[in-house]
């Protein structure tokens, strides 16, 4: 009991409330000059959390000099969006977002990107150096398959008929991902072999290497790194590795193709942008996304902000390829990082804070383990104490942390799925 009561006292003593996005000054100082911003949530599903990093996100690119911002999506429709926000095709942000149609679409196809997307276009007109909006994931193995043939065949033909032939391999499973993987417990070579062989020709190909290239070059590495994630996905192999070593790769590549002094934010759960090895992941052997750029890009060039709250409502589903849910988010288990957030409010006297958190030391009650939430896509309120909470060294996790107290569900738009597509975040969506 005593080390909760310090954990309150040291939230509160180091607590910056915030109610306009100005209030967000002090940690906008602390991020600024780091080449990578993550910006975290604890759900997919929640409104604040999109609009908070709506305005932290702008504050960083109009003031900041940032240069592109990553998401938890896939690569195809987010070249949708960056095609609308730099002046190109679709028409609306609305008909950009209607491209994300692998469940659950709410993830970016949601009222709360409407106004991020609007004002990026509107920052990027007129521009000579236009801010990108780019997707980090790897599962859109087919809809990459699709990209990279249409770009051949405008780009070089030939290649394109040689490509062609090994992503034939794909044929028999009718452009549906779940056929596919399910082929591959009577067939567990797949196209493994096809899909290496194509990406190397089309890496060995001296294209254009402007945008269009590195487009058609990105999709060939999807298309390689999907087909690996859904054969480690069906024999019990670690398809999270997978996935999360993919967005490094991927992150890597965006900062190369944007140049030396390139900047950027990231969206993404906690469970990805926080560094894994302040949880239970590092004895599952499990890696993340904001671990790894530290270990690669150096702890000075990555900032690390988690967002969280104690209760509320949150946009999610009970079961996979289900509906679209308001579900009630119950109050944090007692003891968890959230509870002892909550707890400090009266002190603070602001319901709505964060806690910068570099400067903290070894004995801080910072660097205890406990309890903090992760609320998935497919979610159920009434077990989450028993599955929900993921033990966390917050100062170890994160430089930051956004607290609050109460939010609520997110608004999808009416996009619906493709049910041929291996739902986003499957299988681990229960806790991301």
Request: net charge negative; with cysteine; proline share 5%.
């Amino acid at each position: 009991m005593e080390q909760y009561d310090s954990l309150i006292t040291e939230i509160a003593r180091n607590s910056v409330p915030f109610s306009k996005a100005s209030d967000f000054c002090p940690l906008i100082e602390k991020v600024k000059d780091k080449r990578v911003v993550m910006l975290g949530e604890s759900s997919h599903g929640t409104h604040e959390f999109y609009e908070w990093r709506s305005q932290i996100t702008a504050e960083l690119i109009r003031h900041h000099g940032f240069s592109f911002i990553a998401v938890e999506g896939d690569w195809p429709p987010c070249q949708k969006v960056n095609d609308f926000v730099q002046h190109r095709t679709p028409k609306s942000a609305v008909e950009a977002l209607s491209s994300f149609s692998r469940w659950p679409t709410w993830m970016w196809a949601n009222q709360e990107m409407l106004g991020l997307m609007e004002w990026l276009r509107e920052w990027n007109t007129g521009r000579g150096d236009p801010v990108g909006f780019h997707g980090l994931d790897v599962y859109s193995l087919y809809d990459s398959m699709e990209e990279v043939r249409a770009a051949l065949a405008r780009l070089d033909p030939k290649l394109g008929k040689e490509v062609e032939k090994l992503y034939a391999c794909f044929h028999p499973y009718w452009n549906n991902e779940k056929a596919y993987t399910r082929s591959l417990f009577h067939y567990p070579e797949g196209c493994e072999g096809e899909v290496e062989k194509a990406l190397e020709k089309i890496l060995r190909r001296n294209l254009d290497r402007g945008d269009a290239f590195f487009d058609v070059a990105q999709n060939a590495r999807i298309i390689r790194n999907a087909e690996r994630y859904y054969h480690a996905m069906i024999n019990g192999a670690d398809s999270w590795n997978i996935r999360d070593r993919h967005m490094m790769e991927t992150l890597q590549m965006l900062l190369d193709h944007y140049g030396a002094g390139s900047k950027c934010i990231i969206w993404e759960h906690n469970t990805h942008i926080g560094d894994y090895h302040a949880t239970d992941m590092l004895i599952h052997g499990q890696v993340c996304l904001g671990g790894l750029a530290r270990e690669i890009l150096g702890e000075d060039k990555v900032a690390l902000v988690g967002f969280t709250t104690f209760a509320g409502t949150v946009t999610a589903s009970n079961a996979w390829d289900g509906p679209a849910e308001t579900m009630t988010v119950p109050r944090a288990k007692p003891g968890s990082l959230e509870a002892a957030f909550h707890e400090a409010i009266p002190v603070v006297g602001h319901e709505n804070f964060f806690v910068t958190l570099d400067h903290v030391d070894q004995h801080s009650p910072f660097m205890d383990y406990r309890g903090h939430r992760a609320i998935g896509v497919v979610y159920h309120p009434a077990f989450e104490k028993k599955s929900n909470y993921v033990p966390t060294k917050l100062a170890r996790r994160y430089d930051a942390m956004v607290f609050i107290d109460e939010t609520t569900a997110l608004t999808p738009l009416d996009v619906a799925a493709d049910p041929s597509k291996v739902p986003e975040t499957y299988p681990f969506g229960s806790k991301l």
